[in-house]
């Protein structure tokens, strides 16, 4: 059995002083796990304070996780790299360009990316939360069209698969797409492996713009990928949020288990509407009865930083830390059912 993990991602916030005032309260309520966020413009202005964060936050007992937010363009900050490499930039098949996403065939991204991971490791990052992973569609008059179709992701395809790529996804534009970023991982994750870092995943459930839960498995038989995981945000769906995150959490669980790899699961902790805070403990014991033991809430505190937060943070902030506590009660009166039926007890 993995020992439990509960967590949270965290950003926003780059004064020490303030972060180790949220560090105490998160080690305080029965956190071990915090995701920070290194993004471009932490890498340029914040690298020696992140270390700072990253060491403080081992200090209180918790482990770290460094997410490559918005590295490449969404989910996460618009990329900076592409203002220093624009012929880098994803290209939709109807010729139009993505502003802000970068192609990851491209051989500056890959090398772009190889530097974030040396920053990585600067600041004591020991695992790397590869955060979404997709390619884009967009619709348009004309219907949905894809990237990337920029003229070095055409060749590789005509090379591959001896014709032009059309405007509209076929099968071997799907399988292209999924290749590619299957191919950006093996590179990049080797290169932090070789470091010493681990490598860790999220996708998500059902999306139809790249690697999911149902294509997964092009990405699990990676050596030096260690953990994979998805985000079964309910807010919004309509659905149960019990049932929603218990048969998701079960997906997730199903496959990292096939391939032999440890979870993670997300519990959503922004965008909830006032009132509904009490679905985030509905959903983190969903996880956690569904085999989860690496439960992450996005984000802190409510997520209050964000424009997206959730609309009483404060409450949020409660619920998640009572979730959390909820959690790990049931994990301890686990251990404990086992140890006595060791020793004979029967209470």
Not at 90 to 110: E, H, K, Q, W
Not at 331 to 343: F, H, P, S, Y
Request: with cysteine; net charge negative.
């Amino acid at each position: 059995m993995r020992p439990l993990k509960t967590g949270y991602a965290y950003h926003g916030n780059r004064m020490p002083h303030h972060v180790e005032t949220d560090l105490r309260d998160m080690a305080a309520h029965n956190t071990n796990l915090v995701v920070h966020m290194l993004s471009h413009t932490d890498w340029d202005r914040h690298k020696n304070i992140m270390k700072e964060i990253v060491a403080m936050t081992e200090y209180y007992g918790m482990e770290t996780w460094i997410d490559n937010w918005g590295l490449g363009g969404p989910p996460g900050d618009k990329s900076h790299f592409l203002a220093y490499y624009p012929d880098s930039h994803i290209i939709y098949s109807d010729g139009t360009m993505d502003p802000v996403r970068a192609c990851l065939n491209s051989p500056d991204f890959r090398k772009f990316t190889k530097e974030w991971i040396d920053a990585v490791e600067y600041i004591g990052g020991k695992t790397i939360f590869w955060d979404e992973p997709h390619q884009p569609k967009k619709k348009t008059d004309a219907g949905e069209v894809y990237g990337c179709a920029c003229p070095r992701c055409r060749k590789l395809f005509r090379d591959k698969y001896g014709y032009d790529m059309p405007l509209a996804a076929n099968a071997d534009v799907e399988n292209f797409r999924i290749d590619t970023i299957v191919d950006y991982f093996r590179e990049v994750t080797a290169y932090s492996a070789s470091k010493g870092i681990r490598n860790s995943v999220c996708v998500m459930l059902g999306a139809s713009h790249g690697i999911n839960l149902a294509t997964i498995d092009r990405i699990c038989g990676l050596e030096t990928l260690d953990n994979i995981g998805s985000d079964p945000y309910w807010v919004g769906s309509g659905a149960d949020p019990y049932e929603y995150v218990y048969k998701g959490t079960r997906r997730n669980i199903e496959v990292s288990e096939k391939f032999g790899k440890d979870h993670n699961i997300w519990i959503q902790a922004f965008n909830n509407p006032r009132g509904a805070e009490e679905e985030i403990i509905m959903a983190a014991e969903a996880a956690y009865d569904a085999g989860a033991r690496t439960i992450i809430a996005w984000g802190y505190y409510g997520s209050a930083s964000n424009d997206y937060h959730a609309k009483n943070p404060e409450a949020m902030r409660c619920k998640t830390a009572e979730a959390f506590r909820r959690v790990w009660d049931m994990e301890r009166d686990r251990i404990l059912r086992e140890g006595r039926a060791k020793v004979g007890l029967t209470i």
